[in-house]
């Protein structure tokens, strides 16, 4: 304790402590790690339970099959037979999921919702991704996209894709600049899709 506090004090006491740019560098930087993809582990667990404790690890909850309450608690994800709890829904509100966690959707066959609510990290990218993950294009029936500062009409084109979507919210999304456009572009391709717009 003491050697902890004798390294600490020459930083503090010439006035070296870290800025706040550095800061939100570290976080940014710890994020990325959240979202580093254990392909080791998807093989261990199975995908679901990789996938759970990707998406809790980055704040964002998850619903299994079968079950009404939300998984918020990664010390608390259930345990059992391998392949027992399927993950039906995902709430990321305010995760900080990015793109590059995106592989552990890959295996997930029984995703009918996802919410991405203030995800900093999402963007156009992210959607290119999630329209082209084979299992999502037959399972994923509603998406709500919300405040999410980083996607454009790009991404949401790019999600002309999930074929079996029924219901897309938008709803502030300031990247949005032709949402008539946009929107008609995808409804041409999703013709079964309900299609709710909450923008400016």
């Avoid at 304790?1 to 004090?9: F, S, W």
């Avoid at 609510?117 to 082209?132: G, T």
Wanted: glycine residues 8%.
């Amino acid at each position: 304790m003491v050697l902890l506090g004798k390294l600490a004090q020459p930083a503090h006491s010439l006035g070296k402590l870290p800025p706040a740019g550095p800061c939100r560098g570290f976080w940014g930087w710890l994020n990325a790690v959240f979202n580093k993809v254990d392909y080791e582990r998807i093989q261990a667990v199975g995908p679901d339970r990789a996938a759970s404790e990707w998406l809790l690890r980055c704040g964002a909850l998850v619903r299994y099959q079968g079950y009404q309450k939300w998984q918020q608690d990664y010390s608390g994800l259930p345990t059992g037979p391998l392949g027992k709890y399927k993950i039906e829904a995902i709430d990321a509100t305010e995760s900080c999921i990015m793109y590059r966690g995106f592989d552990y959707l890959d295996g997930l066959k029984h995703v009918t919702e996802i919410k991405l609510q203030k995800c900093i990290y999402i963007q156009d990218e992210c959607l290119h991704r999630l329209s082209e993950t084979k299992n999502l294009q037959k399972s994923l029936l509603q998406l709500k996209i919300i405040s999410c500062g980083n996607v454009t009409d790009q991404g949401i084109i790019a999600l002309h894709k999930l074929m079996n979507l029924e219901y897309l919210y938008l709803s502030d999304l300031p990247g949005i600049r032709q949402k008539e456009t946009t929107a008609h572009v995808l409804q041409q391709a999703l013709p079964n899709l309900k299609l709710e717009l909450n923008l400016e």
